[in-house]
């Protein structure tokens, strides 16, 4: 049998508990200058996720840890 290997594309989120969320490069730097806590975690949805469906997943997680 002749199997296809599909490979699943994700894309990582950084996120902090007031639901703000945004790229991981980009929180890096916004906390390297001072603008955000360091204290956001990471999340990984589909790469074409809509980023509605990622804001309602974030605050999901954001409530799950508090």
Do not use: C, H
């Not at 490069?25 to 509605?52: H, K, T, W």
């Amino acid at each position: 049998m002749d199997t296809m290997n599909t490979e699943t594309t994700t894309k990582k989120v950084a996120y902090w508990r007031d639901g703000f969320w945004t790229d991981p490069e980009s929180a890096n730097l916004a906390v390297q200058v001072g603008a955000f806590s360091a204290d956001y975690r990471i999340a990984e949805f589909p790469a074409d996720a809509d980023p509605a469906l990622i804001d309602k997943e974030v605050l999901l997680l954001v409530q799950a840890t508090t």
